[in-house]
């Protein structure tokens, strides 16, 4: 399996040489853009949605249903972005993440916390040197109104706080009136602010806000703009817009990257955000990701859950299986 | 890294039980049948799961005779309000028994527990559901007659139904022709039996009148007593086109009515601007839904030129993800071939589509050492000649076409002396109506395909047999609507 | 004209006579077979509830005796227009139609002779019968745009889909004309055949076909395409066998069976089966064939015989 680490050094620009290359044209601009986004196959909302309902009929049983739940922890994002945020729940959400369940040290950990740029240092500090990584949101998350020059900002001052990974949204106001270049150079120039002195590169990853864009079509094209323009990851939601995370959106992704591994060799990682509560959802999701895109990104290099709630509940699950006794939220902590 | 292969989650047998053997139901009873027993298989291990009853002529004959005597005494007089209720009951039965139908037709069958549990036997009770509603409404359907004189029944009808989908092919024939006050002399299929037999017990649940219907099992020459008995008013058949024909010639001359369900070689047409991941969907429904025992199947793939190898190797991935095994565990996609007989037949024009030069490819799959089993199979390089793109094969076997022009994919689709269904993909509005105009079918599925319900009508062009089923149009064959004969 | 101008003594003029063709493809061929019949007129008072073969009238003609080649032919000549006409706006073929009947209201007097002749009416009767068959066929044309409304219809299916029930034309469409209605009741059986989309290869009256010339000759004439309605004269109980039995036929209706000499409408019947041919049978009781009575106002039936139930299915989404 290819395995990209998530701080490669980028020398900047390349996206724009790929993407012309990949065009075949000299120039992007928004026409460009929009034939190639527009010449992608459409996707049928009653087809899609059904193909998501099929799957959501696999039955994970057993030691099936222990791997999947073992494997959901460790692809969780845990999550904090209120503006209550405080250094105190940081470092106690940070707590929970190096041990969700105090009663059995078996019990993996998630793949990251996921926390306002202000509080990646706090985050960092608090995680020390696990493993654990630390993603910010960035870019005037969650609406991405802002300068330029203040979104960079911003992310450079996640990155210089600690943060391993990078969570920005695109304009969705440029994406929706068509200004593809505009979104195409943002997420560009925010990959060249992931870039850190010693050479390495914060992960990156693009937050779609698909609940805004609406339809499938737009968030296939969301996609590939994103992919085209450097993402190492697809993220669907801020968490702040309803509907966050769906199965059809994330289906759509998941089929995106499968397709633009083989159109071009790069994988990229997929990221549904908001909403996800329950064990039974993240089996659903683990089955599309097994059969859509594939079981090279059943992995959490390659696939997250931006989530707050549902680790509790995949604990409760956990619990059951080792005891065979259903649990209750009174054993499980609360983080 | 651990694949995530999904531990077994079979669906328990403990909500049927078999009996060792079983009779006819005739008259609102079980009753003895006069012929040889013979079993009934579990096509997936080949165990036999119950010895059925095989109804002679004369079996036959006093079943057409207690129709006769319910209908001319109880059914053909009750009101249309009493009867949909009773078929509102029945409804209810099939939701309230829907997990023991399902398991049931699985063992059967050898269809998937998700297919029987999530559609025939829902599709089922919603036939009922739906045809009890029209009970009282006959007068309003346009097909002669008035609200306070609605159109009259036709009498005794005998059906004749198929293997692939047992219960369901039973509720398309029963419901309408009881809604409209026939009653009914119904043969299943002889390798699946069962369901219709659990359903006369649904129909003793019901209290609904005895001789309303009546089930006679046994294998062809049951079906051509009951075809031939000069007491039957009209046939209602679903099956091969070979056996329709005969009962075309078996009615022609008399006054019996008769309405054919037959074979189909559908294509299932892919523009180069399709909603691709849908059309793979499609096509996959297409074909390998209910291992392609499907007379409207999607067994010709007509794809344009310029997006086959894109297609084709999108369709292999996707197949490599098809699950196939125990009908019973929850997460199987592709069951087990109903019989031995039907499994050689395949395998015979899987074999004919080799030698005829197709290319023959199918995903790496275990089959289960037991029991009837075909692995998933697409046929490439397929051109109008080949017998494979000729004839129903009615197994897991699709035949890839290629077409340039949208006139040269509807020319292709009609070339064929059958006309049941048809499938088109396009995101283009225009296309689809003029493609929709242009194919000789009965069913047009434009970006969707398989796709059922009690309100539409189903049925064939040309050799794909004539009259329909389901819907408003469905209810025309089981009355007497005013037109003299 | 001038009273002064002497009129010669002219000899009596001698009629023009007809030559009886077939009508194929929208020209009017000789049989291919070279045979032509003799065909009498009625016995005047007999009536139109006489029985067919009581010909003991003068001379009308002869006409031509069609082959199972020409019946062929004229398969051939349905099946290429079929699609053109199928494919016409239902306004186009209502218009086409109701020519037929204008077309026919002016040459109403030479068909009422006609049918006089054939059917041994008086002329009062015999004109009312044309009068008839011209309203017949001012009713049918009404039917073309309206069809598809009252046999067809929305389903509403459990899931977002669309899903409309229409009706289509079954195809290429042989008819046994009735035996005894030469004009009403030939009228009666190919309007409603022809107005929803189909071709069709007719066998007229085999006793009173000419009629039934004169009709093909205003169709000729009425912008009804060639190649929709052909029509053969001859013998019923020849041709009809290879209508019934051939493939290239989708439908069959045998009204025309009903006292048709030699024709057992079973036996067609079970021909017909070879490709499950749609079989309009004949009125009647068990295996009797029964002509029916053509004054009545049709029901929708002998269009319907001749549709195919289309159902076509498409997702709603954004």
């Known amino acids: 399996m290819t395995t990209v680490r998530p701080s490669v050094a980028q020398p900047p620009a390349s996206a724009s040489t790929t993407a012309r290359d990949l065009l075949g044209v000299s120039r992007l601009t928004d026409a460009v853009l929009r034939r190639w986004l527009h010449g992608l196959p459409g996707v049928d909302q009653v087809g899609a949605e059904a193909r998501v309902a099929g799957l959501g009929t696999r039955s994970i049983k057993t030691t099936s249903k222990a791997w999947a739940i073992d494997t959901a922890i460790s692809m969780i994002d845990l999550t904090t972005l209120e503006g209550a945020d405080t250094p105190g729940k ?35 500090n608090a995680l020390g040197d696990s493993p654990i990584h630390v993603a910010a949101v960035a870019t005037a998350f969650p609406s991405g109104r802002a300068s330029m020059p203040v979104k960079l900002a911003d992310t450079r001052d996640a990155v210089d706080g600690g943060a391993d990974e990078i969570d920005m949204v695109i304009d969705r106001g440029a994406f929706l009136s068509g200004r593809y270049l505009q979104v195409f150079d943002e997420i560009v120039a925010v990959k060249s602010a992931c870039a850190r002195s010693d050479g390495t590169s914060a992960h990156l990853k693009v937050i779609l806000e698909t609940g805004e864009l609406a339809t499938y079509d737009a968030v296939r094209r969301a996609s590939y703009l994103a992919m085209l323009a450097g993402a190492d990851f697809i993220k669907t939601s801020t968490g702040k817009i309803a509907p966050a995370a769906t199965l059809p959106v994330t289906l759509v992704m998941l089929e995106a990257v499968r397709d633009w591994r083989e159109l071009t060799g790069t994988q990229i990682g997929v990221k549904p955000a908001g909403g996800i509560r329950t064990t039974k959802d993240a089996m659903k999701y683990l089955v599309m990701v097994n059969e859509i895109a594939g079981p090279d990104w059943l992995t959490p290099e390659w696939f997250r859950f931006g989530a707050s709630g549902l680790l509790g509940d995949l604990l409760l699950q956990r619990q059951k299986l080792a005891t065979g006794a259903y649990s209750g939220p009174d054993y499980v902590t609360i983080d | 890294m651990t694949r995530f292969d999904y531990a077994p989650a079979p669906e328990s047998r403990a909500v049927v039980s078999i009996a060792d053997s079983y009779g006819l139901f005739v008259n609102g009873e079980f009753v003895p049948a006069s012929g040889a027993p013979f079993p009934t298989l579990n096509p997936a291990t080949e165990e036999v799961l119950a010895q059925i009853g095989e109804a002679t002529a004369a079996d036959v004959d006093r079943a057409v005779a207690a129709a006769r005597t319910a209908y001319q005494g109880v059914w053909g007089r009750l009101s249309g309000a009493e009867r949909g209720k009773y078929l509102f009951r029945i409804a209810r039965i099939l939701q309230e028994r829907a997990r023991e139908f399902a398991v049931l037709e699985t063992l059967d069958n050898g269809k998937p527990i998700s297919e029987s549990r999530d559609v025939d036997v829902p599709l089922a009770a919603a036939h009922f559901f739906y045809h009890a509603g029209w009970a009282d409404k006959l007068g309003y359907a346009g097909l002669g007659g008035s609200p306070a004189k609605p159109p009259k029944p036709v009498g005794v009808v005998g059906q004749v139904i198929p293997w692939n989908f047992p219960l369901l092919m039973l509720a398309w024939k029963i419901a309408p022709a009881l809604a409209c006050g026939n009653t009914v002399v119904l043969k299943p299929a002889e390798t699946t039996p069962l369901t219709a037999l659990l359903f006369a017990q649904v129909c003793q649940e019901a209290d609904l009148p005895p001789g309303v219907v009546n089930i006679v099992t046994g294998a062809g020459a049951t079906g051509q007593a009951l075809v031939e008995h000069p007491g039957i008013d009209k046939i209602a058949f679903t099956g091969s086109t070979e056996v329709g024909k005969l009962i075309a010639r078996s009615v022609a001359g008399t006054r019996k009515r008769a309405t054919l369900e037959l074979g189909g070689k559908a294509a299932n047409i892919v523009f180069e601007d399709a909603a691709i991941d849908q059309a793979v969907e499609g096509i996959v429904r297409g074909i390998f839904f209910n291992q392609g025992h499907v007379c409207c199947a999607g067994s010709r793939l007509l794809v344009q030129e310029s997006i086959h190898d894109d297609l084709v190797r999108r369709l292999k991935r996707r197949l490599q993800t098809i699950r196939v095994g125990d009908p019973l565990d929850k997460n199987t996609d592709l069951g087990a071939i109903n019989s031995a007989t039907q499994l050689a037949r395949v395998r015979e024009m899987s074999a004919v589509g080799e030698a005829e030069g197709a290319e023959r490819w199918s995903p790496a799959c275990a089959l289960p050492e037991r029991g009837f089993w075909f692995a ?69 599925w434009a970006n969707t395909f398989n796709q059922f319900d009690p309100t539409s009508p189903f049925g064939g062009f040309k050799e794909s047999g004539y009259g329909r089923e389901g819907g408003r149009h469905g209810l025309e064959p089981y009355l007497t609507t005013g037109a003299t004969l | 004209m001038s009273p002064t101008t002497a009129t010669p003594a002219a000899d009596p003029r001698l009629e023009v006579r007809k030559t009886y063709k077939l009508y194929v493809n929208g020209a009017f061929p000789r049989s291919e077979s070279g045979r032509v019949y003799a065909v009498h007129a009625a016995s005047r008072g007999r009536g139109a509830a006489a029985g067919a073969g009581s010909r003991t009238g003068a001379l009308l003609g002869n006409v031509a005796q069609g082959s199972r080649k020409d019946a062929r032919d004229a398969v051939v000549a349905a099946r290429a227009v079929v699609a053109g006409w199928a494919g016409a706006t239902a306004y186009n073929r209502g218009q086409v139609l109701y020519r037929v009947a204008e077309v026919m209201q002016g040459r109403a007097a030479q068909l009422a002779a006609e049918v006089a002749d054939a059917e041994g009416l008086t002329a009062a009767r015999a004109a009312a019968t044309v009068a008839a068959a011209i309203d017949r066929w001012v009713w049918y044309a009404g039917w073309s745009d309206k069809l598809a409304q009252v046999v067809g219809n929305l389903n509403p299916v459990a899931g977002p889909y669309f899903n409309i029930s229409a009706p289509s034309p079954t195809g290429v469409v042989a008819i046994l004309a009735p035996q005894r209605s030469s004009l009403l009741g030939l009228t009666s059986v190919i309007a409603p055949v022809i107005v929803s989309g189909n071709a069709c290869v007719v066998i007229a009256s085999q006793d009173r076909p000419i009629p039934a010339v004169t009709l093909a000759e205003i169709l000729a004439t009425s912008d009804v395409p060639g190649g929709v309605v052909n029509l053969i004269t001859g013998h019923t109980a020849e041709i009809a066998p290879w209508l019934a039995s051939h493939r290239d036929v989708n439908a069959i209706d045998l009204t025309g069976a009903a006292d048709a000499t030699g024709v057992d409408w079973g036996t067609l019947e079970a021909a017909a089966a070879d490709n499950l041919k749609r079989v309009l049978r004949p009125e009647g009781v068990g295996s009797q064939a029964q002509e029916p009575d053509w004054s009545a106002t049709p029901d929708l039936h002998r269009m319907t015989a001749f549709l195919e139930t289309k159902t076509v299915w498409h997702p709603k989404g954004r």
């Not at chain 2, 199979?377 to 017998?387: C, D, P, Y």
Request: charged share 15%.
């Open chain 1, 90 to 124: 940081v470092r106690s959400l940070c707590a929970k993440a190096l041990v969700p369940d105090p009663t059995d040290p078996a019990t993996p950990r998630p793949a990251a916390v996921c926390v306002y740029g202000d509080l990646a240092s706090t985050a960092r």
């Open chain 2, 376 to 444: 998933p199979t697409v046929f490439t390089g397929v051109s109008q000649a080949h017998r494979i793109a000729q004839e129903e094969i009615f197994g897991p076997v699709l035949s890839v076409i290629t077409f340039r022009t949208p006139a040269e994919a509807v020319a292709k689709a009609n070339n064929t002396p059958y006309g049941l269904s048809a499938g088109v993909w396009t995101e283009k509005g225009s296309r689809i109506l003029w493609m929709a105009d242009q194919l000789r079918a009965g069913v047009v």
